[in-house]
């Protein structure tokens, strides 16, 4: 995992500068590669490829690694940048003497074996790439020619890499089960007699969890499973051009769809799910209950430091059929509403949502529970922000060079996030509850606004033809 802090390159200063031991440049250039105060700011890819590439003597800083194997992809495949690292590994440095070349692979080995751990370990999902698995293989044996622990330890990290490739294969595998599952139960509520039907069945949240300190605990479980599983590479990809001589085994093409695109997806389940549960109910009291719980839930999510359930949680409840059921509204106390609503106001740039990310960032780098360690960012605003960051600033300067302090801040933002997903959920699985917000069905948006109308009456003409086309298209379904 790479370092999270200080995120500032950490680099030898120039050998060759003045001889005035008071005087420092402020900015040097050596090696293809431009510092300023000793941090790295632009070079050429070559140079910044060259830099990847240890020696006998020399290791790149792991936040260097990092930011350079995180933000290369914009620029490169990742299978030619493994070809290039492989070559300058070892081939650069033959000399045609076996001998000679034995000792060399020998003496760099471990430090080849320590990048491709780093590589394989933070970005696992490059190695779905047949070319990339090749080339591990292949450095697999030309190692073995020089030295047989750095063979073993190889070996050792495909078969770590195979057994992470099988469980995220799996785990996909099961995101197409449950959605598919989902997509098969979606009730078609043609009126009264369809959506009594369903509260018959007695199929609500309230039914399955009354607790919403339990609830808010089983949305974080959901919300911190699928956030492990999103690879740090997913926030850069969206930028990187597919190119016309991708083919079917190439980097890009490879997956059917992004975890990341999967976790989007689960939030707008969430809120349809919200929205559903309160217009579900015929009775008003029962659609109060329902309000009255999710905004306990909400609040519980706030506290946990789960701002994605409770992001969308708002969203649900804010959603035209909810925010219509004017006498719903008025049996509960919309106090702690209103209260979380300006915790995650839009104005400012989310102000105070970013503030209350502050705190619990703090909180987690200080924690002394597993609890407390617990960051889950709205994540929609997490992928805007780096959207931002990558559409403000130039990926290349004029002279050609990569623009490396922007990827510094771009690695920066990653980084934090995967300190957030690698924290382990500490709360209890309620699997019945679980299976239920994961599969339950959830209403569509026509559905929901025809359920809305029938719990409480269109109020002018234009909500009654409304409701009319609503029950002549659904009812033909």
Known sequence: MPQTTPFAAKFTPNPYGSSHSHY?????SYGGLIYHDNNLVSGSLEALIQHLVPTVD????RSYIFTFLLSSRLFLHPFELMSRVCYLCVEHHRVGDPQIDKKRIRDIAPK?????TEWTETFPYDFRDERMMRSLKEMTHRLAFGDELSRRAMQRLIQRLLRKLTILGQYEESLVTSSTAAAAAVEKPGGVKAKQHVVRREECVLNVCDDPFILAQQLTHIEMERLSYIGPEEFVQAFAQ??????????????????FEAYIEWFNRLSYLVATEICLPIKKKHRARALEFFIDVARECFNIGNFNSLMAIITGMNMNPVSRLKKTWG????????????????SNNFYNYRTALRGATQRSATAHTAREKIVIPFFSLFIKDIYFLNEGCASRLPNGHINFEKFWELAKQVSEFLSWRQVICPFERDRKTLQYLISVSVFTEDELQLASYESEGPENNLERDTRRSLRSSLSRM
């Not at 420092?24 to 040097?28: L, N």
């Not at 080849?112 to 491709?116: A, P, R």
């Open 24 to 28: 420092k440049p402020v900015e040097e």
């Open 331 to 346: 049996k509960v106390n919309t106090d702690k509403f209103e209260i979380l609503e300006h915790q995650m106001d839009p």
């Open 112 to 116: 080849i074996v320590q990048l491709l």
């Open 242 to 259: 597919k190119r016309p001589s991708d083919n079917h085994k190439s980097f890009f093409s490879k997956r059917r769809a992004s975890n």
């Open 58 to 61: 020399y290791y790149p800083d």
